[in-house]
């Protein structure tokens, strides 16, 4: 019922020598004791607020108690307010430890600092009611930045050593101080310049050395003799990145260490911004040269990677350049052949890491996955991005004056994003087949044998296996499993004849599903899809290497069935 | 309990207080009737309360759960009931409550109590958010209450026991007609400030003479100014042109009517009814020249304002204040001393580069309280300033001197605030002992203690025309004393957190007060009735100040670190008779602009003679002071 508890007036009581306070006693004296000390703090609480504080000190219960003409409590004032310590066995028991001090000690010590003169300076809050922009007022537009800036430095200092190995700590906290009294100013100098832009104060010697040797590194691009059968060391912290890295050629030591540095290091972010602007400068004047736009790609990747750094704010500055690697019609030499995939019917294991570095196939996947990873940190939901990406790629399939390699890309970054354009495999298809068309992939060469040959033997029944296999797992698989057997078993019986009749059917349950289970902008795009009047029933097609597990849904029942890893 | 006992013991009661037709109505009633029809009274009768009580100490020995489970069925009643008087029905709820809660403390059994506070608490903190928080302090300080002995001693206790005696619980007054529209709105207002309503009322309603006094400043310059005008009645049009007998006339008609209108005014003026130091000339003439200068200000033409920062306080700056003549600020500190700043020399500091550092140091450290300064105001002529502190003495300084002039005892507990009095000559003060006391400067002693708080007189200030003095409380009223009778004259409930500023509108019709929540009101001073509120700053409101001239700006500033300009257009009506003859605008207070500071709370604000607002706060770094 009191928050005093009995023990502690009990131990109070001794302290006092009243021995004989008996826990009855005790139990029958807290609540009026407590009345007491609440009627004590309201009192003080009132000395707090007329020197307009809202912290109460002790200073004010002292006033409260002289108030009541009790004798304060000696020695608790002052600024050094009293730690309260638990007693070891008793949860409500507190004391505040009183050391013995040498008076000598005291004596021979130095005497304090004296405090500064309270001062008066003037400064402009308003002028004609407007506030001007110097050092004492707030800034006045976006609060965003300041926080921002306040978090940078703090990160700095921890990595300084780190992330270049060169110079000591030390500029980095130099600069973080500086930075912490740009933004504390107080307003001493009244007639100091306006604030200048936050970031030129941000960057330590450091960071800056740092940023200029890495940069310096990606503008150079890898080796021109590269290291393929190297056989090089795992690092520990590169994991699963390493494997990334060697498909992208770039297996010398250097750059593996700077890829390293840039996806693992934490105070990368004062320099991100330089960073991003780098690298999409660098991507639109390399665009000829694909070893280095793999290096520059794996960067991007690692930049995301890095845990201790948010790209957000610089992501619409990195996207057109991965997107430019995906579906730019001339990438690489000349001379590049504007052939399907080659490569698609070897296998990659016997070629070796210049064939890959010199093929702008493989840098369209590359970039297709680095456009995935982007898609999948930074949710749809917030910002927007995927919808922005699968809406241009949904063009581009569309678009049948689009060249081959474009849509190429196109599909590979569709295939990456199963979950969000589920559409997209229908469309990718067509684009399949315009490139099996165009190079005539044979079957014998894809990387699922079986599969194919099921499909190609006895599409419906492997199209019941898999929904047979699928329905296990009865939250993937949605009732529109049904209109699609049926669709795959007329397309079976009457190929081309019952399309017409079949479509509508099928498009309001689809777009019903959508709906019930996301309602997004996938919906649209969905209903884009059949609005660009699409071929819904093409033949079966088959994908390859790159698409792996997600072809199987797709493979199971074209078009609108891959909803079900929606 | 047994019923026959209880009323064998009723009966015993009545026979012995000579109610023979009571009794004969209980021994007819006991007969026919085995339960009591309960019926309510239109007006609780006092005898009641004795006989309640009287059963009450039968009942409380063993049968106190009775009070919660009645309590806890009203409740239920009040939730069931229609919702059109819903709203109203819940609004007796809580005094209800409370008096059940003390009840029940009263007769020792507070396990019961606690047990019916902790049920439904939810229900009083949880409706609204305003008052909520005020219901929760409440309801902490009445959880403390647990013994029947403490009910004596405590503060909130006694408040409602007073209530109780004035009006034996409840008065409820049956009304035909709709329920009230504003349900929400004024729940549980003045109902907790331990005021009766009727006292309020009977107070309230006396008349105040709030005109402005006999040749004020502002008059004075009118009058310069239409003189000055009417020898400027132009002979000729802009093109030179003789102006045609018509058109003169109607000039000097204009100006006529212009003359008769301010002569209106000036009849509405006062003649000062106490005696008041006389003007001095030189003082005069420099403010009416500087009246020239002076800029309107308004939401179109905002303001500016000078912050003034006082650096390395470590928190302990309590208050600070201009000087009218601009070129001093002086603060009132913790450590006890009171310390003054150069203001001009300030300015050129920060021009003329290190050998003018000096100015921003004080240029007169005084010391002469003995405990932290809490009230600093100045004189209006600026020769001297006053300052009040928690030793309980109110001194005067000379900024000229540089020293302490006098020094006026009369409070023992600490002296919350002093104001200066318009007129010169008197100021107030506003203490710890719940009083108001009017001093001169000649006297020793106070020549006026005005009475009658609960609690602390926070703040206080003196009407435009000296005749008033209004004091805010730490009961959450508003009072105002008649300083010639020393009369009450206005208490004015409504705000639910301690007053912390107040403010005269400049021409003496309305009153503007800002409380610890951050709640800012504007009250009608004729009509005793609030006119608005609002509740925009975060914090404690310490300093409300008008502007002067014909535009009314208001500037407030809190602990929030704001500063916000509030614009204020039409007049409150003088009295209840007066509304019907003046149809003019209704007063309204709109917001205009906030400002915010880089962590400077905001503790005083002074408009100059030319409409600048100048403000003055401490540097607070908190992230220093606060523990983590």
Redesign the interface.
């Known amino acids: 019922m009191t928050i005093l508890s009995h023990q502690s007036l009990q131990a109070v009581a001794d302290s006092l020598q009243t021995t004989r306070l008996g826990e009855e006693a005790a139990r029958a004296l807290a609540p009026h004791i407590e009345v007491r000390v609440r009627e004590i703090v309201q009192e003080a609480l009132k000395f707090a607020r007329h020197s307009k504080r809202s912290l109460l000190t002790a200073d004010d219960i002292t006033a409260a108690l002289k108030l009541r003409n009790v004798e304060p409590v000696y020695g608790a004032g002052g600024k050094d307010p009293g730690r309260f310590l638990a007693v070891g066995g008793h949860p409500n028991l507190f004391f505040v430890p009183d050391p013995i001090i040498k008076l000598s000690e005291v004596i021979e010590a130095p005497l304090p600092k004296p405090p500064k003169e309270i001062g008066v300076r003037q400064h402009w809050l308003a002028i004609d009611g407007t506030p001007p922009t110097i050092p004492e007022n707030m800034p006045l537009q976006d609060h965003r930045p300041a926080k921002r800036a306040r978090v940078a430095p703090a990160a700095a200092p921890a990595t300084g050593s780190r992330a270049n190995g060169g110079s000591g700590p030390g500029p980095s906290v130099e600069a973080a101080a500086a930075h912490a009294a740009s933004t504390d100013a107080t307003p001493d100098h009244a007639a100091a310049p306006p604030v200048r832009a936050p970031v030129k104060h941000q960057i330590s010697q450091e960071l800056q050395v740092y940023f200029h040797r890495v940069a310096a590194v990606l503008r150079a691009g890898p080796d021109p003799t590269p290291p393929a059968g190297l056989p090089h060391a795992a690092e520990p912290g590169a994991g699963g990145a390493n494997a990334e890295q060697e498909a992208a050629g770039l297996a010398s030591p250097r750059l593996r260490g700077v890829l390293a540095s840039l996806a693992s290091d934490a105070g990368l972010h004062p320099v991100a911004p330089y960073f991003s602007q780098l690298l999409a400068e660098e991507v639109a004047g390399s665009l000829k040269n694909l070893p280095k736009l793999h290096l520059l790609l794996e960067a991007m990747s690692c930049l995301l990677r890095n845990p201790h750094l948010s790209l957000e704010p610089y992501i619409q500055q990195l996207m057109p350049g991965v997107l430019t690697c995906i579906v730019r019609k001339q990438l690489g030499p000349q001379s590049e052949p504007l052939s399907p995939p080659d490569r698609l019917l070897k296998s990659p294991s016997a070629e070796g890491a210049g064939w890959e570095r010199q093929n702008h196939w493989s840098l369209r996947e590359h970039a297709a996955r680095v456009n995935a990873q982007v898609c999948r940190q930074f949710p749809d939901e917030i910002y927007g991005i995927q919808t922005r990406i699968t809406k241009t790629f949904l063009k581009t399939l569309c678009d049948p004056a689009k060249p081959l390699v474009t849509q190429y890309g196109a599909i590979c970054r569709a295939a990456l994003l199963k979950a969000l354009a589920p559409c997209l495999y229908s469309i990718a298809k067509t684009g399949m087949e315009k490139l099996q068309a165009a190079g005539g992939i044979s079957q014998p060469a894809l990387k699922q044998p079986r599969l194919a040959l099921e499909k190609q033997k006895a599409p419906i029944q492997s199209v019941e296996t898999l929904s047979a296999a699928e329905l296990m797992d009865i939250d993937k698989v949605p009732k529109i499993r049904l209109p699609q057997t049926k669709a795959t078993d007329a397309r079976a019986t009457a190929p081309g004849a019952s399309v017409g009749a079949e479509r509508p059917n099928q498009h309001q349950t689809a777009t019903g599903q959508t709906r019930d289970r996301e309602p997004g902008p996938e919906c649209n795009i969905f209903e884009d899809a059949f609005k660009e009047g699409v071929d819904l029933l093409p033949r079966m097609t088959f994908f390859t290497r790159s698409f792996g597990d997600a072809a199987i849904p797709f493979l199971a029942a074209p078009g609108v069935c891959c909803l079900s890893f929606l | 309990m047994d019923e026959d006992v209880l009323d064998r013991l009723v009966l015993q009661y009545l026979q012995k207080r000579g109610y023979t037709q009571a009794q004969q109505a209980l021994c007819y009633d006991a007969q026919n009737l085995q339960t009591a029809n309960m019926t309510l009274a239109p007006q609780v009768d006092p005898e009641k309360g004795i006989v309640e009580d009287l059963l009450l100490y039968l009942v409380a020995d063993n049968n106190q759960a009775q009070y919660a489970r009645s309590f806890d069925s009203f409740a239920i009643w009040v939730d069931n009931s229609l919702d059109l008087y819903k709203a109203e029905l819940q609004k007796l709820l809580y005094p209800t409550f409370i008096l059940c809660y003390l009840r029940l403390v009263k007769h020792g059994a ?1 396990a019961e109590a ?1 047990q019916m506070l902790a049920k439904h608490r939810a229900r009083f903190v949880g409706t609204a958010q305003r008052p909520a928080q005020a219901r929760l302090q409440e309801l902490q ?1 009445l959880q ?4 029947p002995e ?1 009910l004596e001693s ?2 909130a206790s006694k408040l409602f026991l007073i209530l109780s005696i004035v009006n034996e619980h409840l008065s409820l007054q049956i009304i035909e007609g709709q329920p009230s529209a504003d349900a929400g709105d004024e729940t549980d207002v003045g109902i907790l400030s331990g005021q009766s309503m009727g006292i309020m009322s009977s107070v309230n309603q006396q008349e105040l003479q709030l005109g402005l006094l006999q040749g004020n400043a502002e008059d004075r310059y009118a009058a310069i100014k239409a003189d000055r005008e009417a020898e400027a009645v132009p002979e000729a049009d802009a093109e030179g042109k003789a102006l045609s007998k018509k058109k003169r006339l109607a000039l000097e008609k204009e100006a006529e009517k212009e003359r008769s209108k301010r002569h209106k005014a000036a009849e509405g003026r006062l003649e000062p009814q106490i005696p008041l130091a006389p003007r001095s000339e030189v003082l005069d003439t420099a403010v009416l020249n500087d009246f020239e200068n002076r800029m309107d200000v308004g939401p179109q ?19 600070s204040a201009f000087a009218p003549d601009l070129q001093a ?1 002086a ?1 009132g ?2 450590d006890s001393s009171v ?1 003054l ?1 150069n ?1 001009n020399n ?2 050129e ?3 003329d580069g290190p050998e003018a550092r000096q100015a ?3 240029f007169a450290c005084m010391h002469g309280h003995s ?2 300064v ?1 009230g600093i105001d100045w004189m209006p002529d600026g020769r001297c300033f006053l300052t009040s502190s ?1 030793d309980g003495t109110l001194r005067i300084w000379s900024p000229e001197l540089r020293r302490n002039l006098a020094v006026y005892r009369g409070h023992n ?2 002296v ?1 605030d002093i104001a200066a009095c318009p007129a010169g000559h008197y100021f107030a003060s506003a203490s ?1 002992d719940r009083t108001v006391r009017v001093w001169c400067t000649d006297r020793v002693h106070a020549v006026r203690i005005l009475t009658g708080a609960f609690s ?1 007189a ?1 703040v206080v200030r003196w009407h435009p025309n000296s005749h008033y003095v209004a004091a805010g409380c ?1 009961d959450r009223t508003i009072r105002i004393w008649d300083i010639r009778g020393g009369r009450l004259q206005r208490i004015l409930t409504g705000h639910r957190a ?1 007053i ?1 500023s107040l403010a005269f509108s400049p021409d003496g019709s309305m009153l503007l007060s800002g409380d ?1 929540e951050g709640e800012l009101m504007l009250w009608s001073l004729g009509q005793a009735k609030r006119l608005a509120s609002f509740h925009d700053h975060r ?2 409101i ?1 300093t409300l100040v008008f502007s002067h001239g014909l535009s009314n700006m208001l500037a407030s500033g809190s ?1 929030d670190e704001t ?1 916000k ?1 509030w614009s204020l257009s039409g007049q409150a009506a003088a009295g209840e008779d007066m509304e019907a003859a003046l149809p003019a605008a209704a007063p309204e207070l709109q917001r205009v ?1 906030s ?4 962590a400077m ?1 905001v ?1 005083s604000l002074h408009w100059t003679p030319r409409n600048v607002l100048l ?2 706060g401490p ?1 607070d ?1 908190r992230q220093k ?3 983590a």
């Not at chain 2, 403390?144 to 013994?147: H, K």
């Not at chain 2, 400002?595 to 880089?598: E, I, L």
């Open positions: 507070s606690q300080d403390n209450l647990s013994l403490q405590n503060q033409a905002l303001p500016s304002i000078l912050f003034h920062t006082f650096v390395n306080t470590a928190q302990s700056l309590n208050c600020v603060g500190f913790a310390r700043y203001l300030a300015t500091a920060s021009a921003g140091e004080p405990a932290s809490h928690s507990l600490p919350w710890n602390d926070d730490s301690p912390t610890a914090g404690p310490w602990a500063v300009l602009k400002f915010k500071t880089r709370p503790f403000a003055s540097m770094l002071v606060l523990p």
